[in-house]
């Protein structure tokens, strides 16, 4: 690895799941840039931005000129390359139990919010998309409720905030997006405010709202 600062490009699309390495970029104090795709236009299918990320998805960042993809690999790299972050926890097992967390947020989690945004990608009869989202909304409510149990008297995930409570963070907000309501589960809902207090959430939220404003369309 360079031991110099690295150059660094986050490819992102606001609200998207690309948000949870810029917030954690931030909370590193990294110097970064960004690249907005614009995912509405469907510029992730761009020649361009598939040769960063054949998946066409966000976020890709681009380290030295390399693109690495996909969340966990993402915050475990900006772990190795922050450690004053703190952003995984230290202790092996609590290591290797975050980066259980990590993988369930990318392979469970979010595989259940994709179908409410884009019913028509996961079935493509006539009349389905309520349907679809009413499947992932019955898997989402399981999940917060696993969650809940996980969290309930804590106030991070471990003893001290990880990116795991950023990603769990973005998780829970996409579902309020979704209109699951979060009342019923008193420690996510907690733990939510408790990320979203946080100075690089705070920032975050002004960066898309101004990104929103600008690309507006
Ligand atoms: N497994 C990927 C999932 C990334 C992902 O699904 N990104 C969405 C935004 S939240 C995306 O770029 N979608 C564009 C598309 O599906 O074409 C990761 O965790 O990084």
């Known amino acids: 690895m360079n031991a110099s600062a ?36 469907g510029q992730q299918m761009s020649a361009e931005f598939l040769r960063l990320n054949p998946k066409h998805r966000v976020p890709v960042l681009v380290i030295d000129g390399e693109p690495l993809t996909e969340n966990v690999a993402i915050l475990q790299w900006l772990d ?43 079935c493509d009869l006539p009349d389905s998309a309520d349907s679809v989202r009413r499947c992932a909304q019955k898997l ?43 009342a019923p589960y008193a420690a996510c809902s907690a733990h939510f405010a408790r990320v979203q207090a946080r100075p690089a959430v705070q920032s975050l939220l002004a960066f898309e709202a101004e990104t ?6």
């Open 140 to 182: 989402l409510v399981e999940y917060l409720a696993i969650a809940e149990q996980r969290l309930a008297g804590r106030d991070w995930f471990f003893d001290a905030r990880t990116c795991v409570d950023i990603y769990f963070y973005w998780c829970l907000r996409r579902m309020q997006q979704f209109g699951i309501d979060l």
């Open 80 to 122: 190795r390359r922050f450690p004053q972050a703190a952003l995984m926890p230290t202790e092996p097992m609590a290591y290797t139990r975050a980066t259980s967390l990590l993988a369930w947020f990318a392979s469970g989690i979010h595989p259940a919010l994709t179908p409410n945004a884009l019913p028509q990608r996961f």
């Open 6 to 41: 690295p150059k660094l490009v986050l490819h992102y699309a606001p609200i998207a799941c690309s948000m949870v390495p810029w917030i954690c970029l931030t909370e590193a104090g990294a110097a970064f840039e960004t690249v907005r795709v614009d995912l509405k236009a």
């Open 212 to 217: 929103l404003r600008a690309f507006a369309h």
